[in-house]
């Protein structure tokens, strides 16, 4: 290049770069018009036998479009919709945390830096270590599969594992569990209640007593959920009513003594569709609201009545059931058909294990004394 031709190429780069500033200025000030100054540069044209490169789909080179893309892969496979919400949430906070939404500028240190900034907020190491780091890892090794990105920032990024300390058993007590039924039973809608939330305070805990299910599992019923066949009131925990952590159906037979309190004839008179949960709009994200709020809200009924932080609501049903059906000599491919649990043994999956031998298994359950009102 000659000296005028030289001093012709920075003189228009600076224009450039001027018009560029002026272009972000008005943009900063809302301004988004159409840019008239970029149409004076002509289009690129590529040398013979040059070959552009493939534009990246729009936001897949993001760390929050890494989160999206993986999910419309992932809930075609079937994957839990809270896995995707995880992960989403854990993109956001990364990027936030940056400051930029760039996957492929994300390092190992930015990624080190965003564990020591969660446990300066007091999140705890399991956390941290199963959720955060957990879901970043999984997010960019799709992202490598897929042609996205070309690293894995959150590979080798360590997060130490908390022996916790163990304080009591997981389960509910006696005398807990009786107290946590005796308020159920003796509820009564009253004032402007949610007549949902009301429902979900007398039976839920009762349910999750009697089965050992999830609270989540049992606040989206839906009156369809409950049938009666040969004999057996039989409710289905179904994912096709929210979220079940394994993906499958199962079928649990009732207890009798839900029976003699009357749950199928309250099911029986409850309006087509959620039992426990008032939804507005139709939408998945709307289920989803509701069924946190009537989880969380059960939690906290609970936790008016056992205030000991070593004992989880939402889980502490799950303990006892176990627990007692170990102690009756039930078989665990029983339990944890009625429960849900999965296991690793292959020969636990041969063979069915059929709504009469779980209605056995749950009539050796005994039945909880209710306490009268004081």
């Known amino acids: 290049m000659d000296t005028e031709s030289r001093f012709a190429l920075i003189e228009a780069a600076g224009k450039a770069i001027v018009e560029a500033s002026a272009r972000l200025g008005r943009n900063s000030e809302g301004d988004y018009s159409p840019d008239t100054v970029e149409w004076r540069f002509p289009p690129l044209e590529l040398t013979k036998g040059a070959k552009a490169a493939s534009p990246l789909p729009q936001g897949s080179q993001t760390i929050t479009g890494l989160a999206e893309g993986w999910w419309r892969e992932a809930k075609a496979a079937g994957r839990a919709v809270s896995t995707h919400e995880a992960y989403q949430r854990v993109a956001q906070q990364l990027s936030e945390f940056l400051g930029h939404d760039d996957a492929r500028a994300v390092t190992e240190e930015d990624v080190i830096a965003f564990k020591d900034h969660r446990l300066s907020q007091g999140v705890s190491l399991k956390t941290i270590g199963g959720g955060d780091i957990s879901g970043i890892r999984q997010l960019y090794a799709w992202g490598i599969a897929n042609r996205k990105v070309n690293h894995n920032p959150a590979k080798g990024v360590k997060v130490a594992k908390v022996k916790k300390k163990r304080t009591r058993d997981p389960g509910f007590t006696d005398e807990e569990a009786v107290a946590i039924l005796s308020d159920a039973f003796h509820h009564r809608k009253t004032g402007k209640a949610s007549p949902h939330l009301s429902s979900a305070r ?73 039992l426990f949960m008032k939804v507005t709009g139709d939408t998945k994200e709307a289920q989803r609201g509701a069924w946190r709020t009537t989880k969380n809200r059960v939690r906290d009924f609970v936790r008016e009545i056992v205030k000991d932080p070593d004992v989880q609501p939402n889980h502490a049903w799950r303990h006892r059931f176990m627990t007692i059906g170990r102690n009756l000599e039930i078989a665990q491919d029983v339990r944890f058909s009625i429960t849900g649990h999965t296991t690793k043994d292959e020969g636990a999956d041969y ?19 209710v306490r009268s009102l004081a």
């Open 202 to 274: 007398r039976w839920v805990p009762w349910l999750c007593a009697y089965s050992g299910a999830r609270i989540g599992e049992m606040v989206q019923l839906r009156k369809q959920d409950l049938r009666q066949e040969n004999g057996l009131w039989i409710m289905r925990i179904s994912p096709e009513a929210g979220t079940v952590k394994t993906g499958k159906y199962r079928d649990v037979p009732l207890h009798q003594h839900l029976l003699e309190q009357g749950f199928p004839e309250f099911v029986s008179k409850a309006a087509e569709g959620y």
């Open 351 to 369: 063979g069915d294990k059929t709504v009469e031998a779980k209605a056995a298994a749950i009539a050796k359950y005994p039945r909880y004394v």
